[in-house]
């Protein structure tokens, strides 16, 4: 008979179950865990169908706490209304929960404080691990990289060095747009940026400033422009307003994100400015949006959905006890 157990009454503990069928606690504790083999079949059978008619449910939060493990992984991501946020956190969820985890997902908003509150909060929710997409440098994130905690870092690389990262060759995405621009006989460029420019930002603007060198352009040569914020529409607008202040807009524009793209092509649209035919812009996410509301955008392709497959990958090689490593997914540039 399986006994419910009535609203407000006290859980069953394995004490009483174990009472009830005459052996240990312990006993009664390796047979609710599937270990039966040390047990007698008829010990196993009575232990059992006790469970079943008390209704005793095991304590998944002091197992936990015992064995510091859980099924749980904290993703801890900046500013999820980015189409690429929230195509990696999905990617990552998608793998996790194939693998038998459950992820939490925590919108950092590119703070070093939230993400240090976030870190605190799931360390002690004893998480199983973190996947931290595009990390800043900050207090507790130090502090659980020196614990040792199974992080593996997207986007950006770990602010203090080393780590098991997964993201892609961002230089050679700027150098890819360069090259672009460069074989369509395009030499009057420009790229603009955000001020508080990531790792990956600087990456992708330093491969195709450098690329353009080598293929006979100066510094000086290529216009350059940036603007402070957070929100890449918002740094795409202001700062294509800055390149263009008393100046013409330039044959070709890089920009670094798809978001930034778009805030340009915007001023350009309200100054009479043709996209692509007096200015081709490339950006880098190839976000799923391009299709529907930018065919004008030349844009590299990150294999965001192939992501979490090699979060997880990551993940477990740590929890294995391998060192930590890098994975660069390949990109394509998709010219349109």
């Known amino acids: 008979m399986n006994k419910q157990r009535p609203f407000g009454q006290e859980p069953v503990s394995l004490a009483t179950v174990a009472a009830q069928a005459g052996v240990s606690v312990a006993t009664v504790s390796r047979i609710v865990n599937g270990e039966t083999r040390r047990a007698s079949a008829e010990t196993v059978e009575r232990v059992q169908k006790l469970v079943a008619a008390l209704g005793y449910r095991p304590n998944r939060v002091g197992r936990t706490l015992r064995r510091r493990e859980s099924c749980i992984v904290a993703m801890l991501s900046p500013n999820l209304d980015n189409p690429a946020m929230a195509a990696i956190a999905a990617s990552v969820e998608a793998a996790l929960r194939s693998a038998g985890y459950v992820m939490i997902l925590c919108d950092t908003h590119d703070r070093a404080d939230l993400q240090d509150e976030y870190l605190h909060v799931m360390r002690s929710q004893v998480v199983q691990g973190y996947i931290v997409v595009n990390p800043v440098r900050s207090e507790a994130l130090s502090a659980s990289i020196a614990r040792g905690d199974p992080i593996v870092f997207v986007g950006r690389r770990n602010p203090d060095g080393g780590g098991a990262f997964v993201g892609i060759d961002n230089r050679r995405a700027g150098a890819d747009a360069a090259d672009h621009l460069w074989a369509r006989e395009i030499r009057d460029l420009a790229v603009i940026h955000p001020t508080q420019g990531s790792s990956a930002t600087r990456d992708r603007v330093h491969g195709f400033i450098t690329r353009l060198r080598e293929l006979g352009l100066s510094d000086g ?116």
């Open 221 to 336: 040569e290529v216009r350059q422009a940036e603007a402070p914020g957070l929100s890449h529409l918002e740094v795409g607008y202001a700062a294509a307003q800055r390149l263009v202040d008393g100046h013409p807009w330039p044959q070709g524009l890089f920009c670094p994100s798809d978001l930034m793209a778009y805030g340009a092509y915007r001023l350009a649209f309200e100054t009479g400015v043709r996209i692509p035919e007096d200015c081709r812009i490339v950006g880098v996410d190839d976000n799923k949006l391009n299709a529907w509301i930018a065919p004008w955008l030349t844009s590299v392709h990150i294999p965001y959905t192939d992501f979490g497959t090699e979060v997880v990958d990551q993940l477990q090689a740590l929890w294995d006890g391998e060192q930590p490593s890098e994975q660069l997914l390949p990109h394509k540039l998709i010219v349109r």
